[in-house]
T-cell receptor
Framework: EAQVTQNPRYLITVTGKKLTVTCSQN?????MSWYRQDPGLGLRQIYY???????DKGDVPEGYKVSRKEKRNFPLILESPSPNQTSLYFC??????????????FGDGTRLSIL | KQEVTQIPAALSVPEGENLVLNCSFT??????LQWFRQDPGKGLTSLLL?????REQTSGRLNASLDKSSGRSTLYIAASQPGDSATYLCAGGNRDDKIIFGKGTRLHILP
């Protein structure tokens, strides 16, 4: 089954403790992206990647890191999490860059709470 | 910088009615516009994607249109059903491959 898988689905942690949210897709997609969703602010793009070893900042990249060493994986790293990073996070992928007009497939989300 | 707006934020309509959801964007150089559905506690499901060279796309009871000159897209839902209740989001794809989402319209279909 074609899917985007995020882990963990839920995480409660404390300020300053490094964490990684994994994202994996099995559709051989080039384009992958991370979003956060907050009440009243909607979905905002954090980082995106056009292909392996290519990553770019979205609208809200501060406090986050990503890497794209393999095509199927796009982990989101919070080196020193802070309470303002408490949010619902989504990973998505598509067959090519947005300009190539491919629909995005989304994971089920990771609810992250930073105390 | 591209901005995407969806009005109204919430909408309730009786079952069986046809309805239109609106999405407006500021940069007409948009590459494409995609409509999504999000159910509570779930991820996003792609409904329709309209390329910049297209005027509309149809899937079942859904029809999405795109007018780049006026900066507007609409999602038309025919013969609405209670199962259509969800939040509907539009997202604009841009030349720099960034994606900008609207804040969504929360739709409630009254049985």
């Amino acid at each position: 089954e074609a899917q985007v898988t995020q882990n963990p689905r839920y995480l409660i942690t404390v300020t300053g403790k490094k964490l990684t949210v994994t994202c994996s897709q099995n559709m051989n997609h080039e384009y992958m992206s991370w979003y956060r969703q907050d009440p009243g602010l909607g979905l905002r793009q954090i980082y995106y990647s056009m292909n392996v070893e290519v990553t770019d900042k979205g609208d809200v990249p501060e406090g986050y890191k990503v890497s794209r060493k393999e095509k199927r994986n796009f982990p989101l790293i919070l080196e020193s999490p802070s309470p303002n990073q408490t949010s619902l996070y989504f990973c998505a992928s598509s067959g090519a860059g947005w300009g190539a007009n491919q629909p995005q497939h989304f994971g089920d989300g990771t609810r992250l709470s930073i105390l | 910088k591209q901005e995407v707006t969806q009005i109204p934020a919430a909408l309730s309509v009786p079952e069986g009615e046809n309805l239109v959801l609106n999405c407006s964007f500021t940069d007409s150089a948009i590459y494409n516009l995609q409509w999504f559905r999000q159910d509570p506690g779930k991820g996003l499901t792609s409904l329709l994607l309209i390329q910049s060279s297209q005027r509309e796309q149809t899937s079942g009871r859904l029809n999405a249109s795109l007018d780049k000159s006026s900066g507007r897209s609409t999602l038309y839902i025919a013969a609405s059903q209670p199962g259509d209740s969800a939040t509907y989001l539009c997202a604009g794809g841009n030349r720099d491959d960034k994606i900008i989402f609207g804040k969504g319209t929360r739709l409630h279909i009254l049985p």
